[in-house]
């Protein structure tokens, strides 16, 4: 099955047989998954009414011992002390040209995009960045969702871990993320895509002499 179909929006979220994924627990911590501190739907709320300095009182938040941050939209002298910077939200600046040191990336996702197509080039270059002791910003405007649904796709792909598994390790880093549901139900994709290319690999080798 290829689930890389649509290169634009999210149109449906069905598995194959037309049945709805059923959403894994991303619990954490004891907590339940009925109260979050964000809606469900993170895009059902502005970043504009969200306090920033709150969600990240200290600047871009260190989520991973390969140098990878998360943050919110930065200013351009925020940028400054990273190597490579992902930019995945489309209604946010693009700084390249003004931090022309910078590896810069902008993708420009909404939260109802369909990121699947994105998601192998993306964590390819932070996992090529972080080989090389980079430091790495990946952000959004408000570096809850979009951002760190990027991170829980890396976390799956080069920590070899589930997607509760990986959501549970970013959320115990940063505790406000929010994916909405219809990246996890993208997230629900790449763990089938990542778990049968594992099955491949397997196969594969079971088959050398």
């Known amino acids: 099955?290829?689930?890389?179909t649509s290169p634009t929006r999210a149109s449906g979220n069905l598995l194959s047989g037309g049945e709805k994924p059923r959403l894994p627990m991303?619990?954490?911590?004891?907590?339940?998954?009925?109260?979050r501190c964000l809606d469900e739907d993170c895009e059902a709320i502005p970043c504009s009414s969200l306090d920033m300095c709150k969600i990240y009182p200290k600047g871009p938040l260190l989520v991973l011992?390969?140098?990878?941050?998360?943050?919110?939209?930065?200013?351009?002298?925020?940028?400054?002390?990273?190597?490579?910077?992902?930019?995945?939200?489309?209604?946010?600046?693009?700084?390249?040209?003004?931090?022309p040191a910078i590896e810069y990336h902008h993708c420009r996702w909404e939260h109802d995009s369909n990121i699947t197509m994105d998601l192998l080039s993306l964590t390819s270059i932070i996992h090529a960045a972080a080989a090389k002791r980079e430091k790495i910003l990946i952000h959004c405007q408000c570096g809850?969702?979009?951002?760190?649904?990027?991170v829980i796709a890396y976390i799956m792909k080069y920590h070899h871990l589930?997607?509760?598994?990986?959501?549970?390790?970013?959320?115990?880093?940063?505790?406000?993320?929010?994916?909405?549901?219809?990246?996890?139900?993208?997230?629900m994709q790449w763990e089938v895509a990542l778990n049968a290319n594992t099955n491949v690999q397997a196969h594969e080798y079971r088959k050398l002499p």
């Not at 099955?1 to 890389?4: E, G, L, P, S």
Request: proline share 6%; hydrophobic share 40%; net charge negative.
């Open 65 to 99: 011992p390969e140098r990878i941050y998360l943050y919110s939209e930065p200013t351009v002298k925020e940028l400054l002390p990273f190597d490579v910077v992902i930019n995945v939200a489309e209604e946010t600046r693009d700084l390249q040209t003004q931090v």
């Open 1 to 4: 099955m290829n689930i890389y």
């Open 26 to 35: 991303l619990a954490t911590d004891g907590r339940s998954t009925e109260k």
């Open 162 to 187: 589930g997607l509760r598994h990986a959501y549970d390790l970013l959320k115990s880093r940063a505790d406000k993320i929010s994916p909405p549901m219809g990246l996890v139900f993208q997230l």
């Open 144 to 150: 809850l969702s979009r951002s760190a649904t990027l």
